[in-house]
Structures are given as structure tokens and as C-alpha cells.
């Protein structure tokens, strides 16, 4: 075989490891949302209480521990369930409260919808035109670091206003998440489906909840 087979070869392999990894990735996507929406709609129609920011923060890190430390299993798979089902849970009281309010379920309609259009439209960009968005991750990590720092700020001293600048801050950082993930996945630079799973889940949890949260301090404002 010589030089330009054996290329050849090596970038049909390639091609197909990358395709290999998005099908299992969106696969597994798709289960986590279905799983997510049961435990979010049983929180609902329960009424179950918010577990609390520091309680969810610290299931939020162990589970995301125990999902990188055992990304190459079956336990993986059952821990990356236990994530989104867990926020799923936590979605309940926010539903709640939206659906309380003039017009909830246009409200919860149009942030699922505009999630849903966020998601395609950037994922759908980087498939189609297979750019490399390897550089947002700087800005990303900066702005997540920036984020975080603020929301512990904001659980001490309660500002409205900082909670809103949080939101409109993390829609635009959520959809560079989602396309600098895609990007990582068709370009060979994340093999793991679950991490890539979980990345992109977490991407679209935190749209539809800062969409959400916008759409119902506007509706407030009215």
C-alpha cells in the first residue's frame, strides 16, 4: 500500500470514528432530554421544593466528578442520567413559578422553543460549515469563571438586577458552548460521547433556564 492509500485509510478511519462519536453523542442526548422532561414534569405537578443553591451546586459538581471518572463505562451512562434527571427536578419550581404567572405557558412555550432554535441554528452552523471554533474556548472558560464568581456574589446580596445581567450574559456564552462542543466533536478533539453529552446538555439546561427567566422578569415588569 503506499503513502496516499495509507492516507487515505487514516482519514476514512478518522471520518469514521468522528461520526461514530456525534451519532452516540446526539443518541445520548436525546434519552437525557426525554429523562430530563419526566423529572422535570413530576417536580411540577408534585410541587416539589428547590433543593437549595449550595446543595444543588454540590450534587451538581460530584455527579460531573464521577462522570469524568468514569467516562469509559457503563456507570458513566448511569451517572450522566442521574445529572439530568436531577436537573430536571430542579426545573420544577422554576415551571412552577412561570406557570403562576399572566401568560406562564406561552412563556415556558416560547423559551422551549427558542432554546430548541438556539441549539439547531448554531449546532447546524458548525456541522454545515465544518468551521474549527476552537478558540472560543479561552473566552468561554473566562466568561463561565466570570459567571460563577457572580452567582455566588448574587446568593449573598440578592440583586435583581445582577441576576438579569447573569441571564443575558449566559444565552450568548450557552450557544458558544454549544457550537465550540460540535466544533470539538467533528474535528476529533472530544472522543467521549457522555463528556460531549453532558456538555451539550448543559448547555441547553442553561438556555431554556436564562430564556425563561428573562421572558418571566419582563412579563413582570408589564
Given at each position: 500500500?503506499?503513502?496516499?492509500?495509507?492516507?487515505?485509510?487514516?482519514?476514512?478511519?478518522?471520518?469514521?470514528?468522528?461520526?461514530?462519536?456525534?451519532?452516540?453523542?446526539?443518541?445520548?442526548l436525546?434519552?437525557?432530554?426525554?429523562?430530563?422532561?419526566?423529572?422535570?414534569t413530576?417536580?411540577t405537578?408534585?410541587n416539589?421544593?428547590y433543593p437549595?443553591f449550595?446543595?444543588?451546586?454540590?450534587?451538581?459538581?460530584?455527579?460531573?466528578?464521577?462522570?469524568?471518572?468514569?467516562?469509559?463505562?457503563?456507570?458513566?451512562?448511569?451517572?450522566?442520567?442521574a445529572?439530568?434527571?436531577?436537573?430536571?427536578?430542579?426545573?420544577?419550581?422554576?415551571?412552577?413559578?412561570?406557570?403562576?404567572m399572566?401568560?406562564?405557558?406561552?412563556?415556558?412555550?416560547?423559551?422551549?422553543?427558542?432554546?430548541?432554535?438556539?441549539?439547531?441554528?448554531?449546532?447546524?452552523?458548525?456541522?454545515?460549515?465544518?468551521?474549527d471554533?476552537s478558540?472560543?474556548?479561552?473566552?468561554?472558560?473566562?466568561?463561565?469563571i466570570?459567571?460563577?464568581?457572580a452567582?455566588?456574589?448574587n446568593?449573598?446580596?440578592?440583586?435583581?438586577?445582577?441576576?438579569?445581567?447573569l441571564?443575558?450574559?449566559?444565552?450568548?456564552?450557552?450557544?458558544?458552548l454549544?457550537?465550540?462542543?460540535?466544533?470539538?466533536?467533528?474535528?476529533?478533539?472530544?472522543?467521549?460521547?457522555?463528556?460531549?453529552?453532558?456538555?451539550?446538555?448543559?448547555?441547553?439546561?442553561?438556555?431554556?433556564?436564562?430564556?425563561?427567566t428573562?421572558?418571566?422578569?419582563?412579563?413582570?415588569?408589564?
Amino acid at each position: 500500500m503506499n503513502d496516499r492509500s495509507q492516507m487515505y485509510v487514516g482519514q476514512q478511519q478518522v471520518a469514521g470514528s468522528v461520526n461514530k462519536v456525534l451519532r452516540n453523542t446526539y443518541a445520548l442526548l436525546a434519552m437525557t432530554l426525554a429523562f430530563s422532561a419526566v423529572t422535570a414534569t413530576i417536580s411540577t405537578m408534585m410541587n416539589l421544593p428547590y433543593p437549595g443553591f449550595f446543595i444543588t451546586l454540590i450534587l451538581y459538581v460530584g455527579l460531573l466528578f464521577g462522570i469524568h471518572k468514569t467516562k469509559d463505562s457503563a456507570m458513566g451512562i448511569v451517572l450522566t442520567f442521574a445529572l439530568t434527571g436531577f436537573l430536571g427536578y430542579t426545573l420544577g419550581p422554576l415551571l412552577n413559578m412561570a406557570l403562576q404567572m399572566p401568560g406562564g405557558g406561552e412563556m415556558v412555550a416560547t423559551a422551549l422553543g427558542g432554546t430548541a432554535l438556539t441549539f439547531f441554528a448554531t449546532s447546524g452552523y458548525v456541522l454545515s460549515t465544518k468551521k474549527d471554533m476552537s478558540k472560543l474556548g479561552g473566552l468561554i472558560t473566562a466568561g463561565i469563571i466570570m459567571v460563577v464568581v457572580a452567582m455566588l456574589a448574587n446568593f449573598f446580596f440578592q440583586m435583581p438586577a445582577l441576576q438579569l445581567a447573569l441571564s443575558a450574559i449566559m444565552i450568548p456564552l450557552m450557544a458558544m458552548l454549544i457550537m465550540y462542543q460540535t466544533s470539538e466533536i467533528i474535528h476529533g478533539g472530544e472522543r467521549n460521547y457522555i463528556l460531549a453529552t453532558v456538555t451539550l446538555y448543559v448547555s441547553i439546561y442553561n438556555l431554556f433556564v436564562n430564556l425563561l427567566t428573562l421572558l418571566m422578569a419582563f412579563n413582570g415588569d408589564d
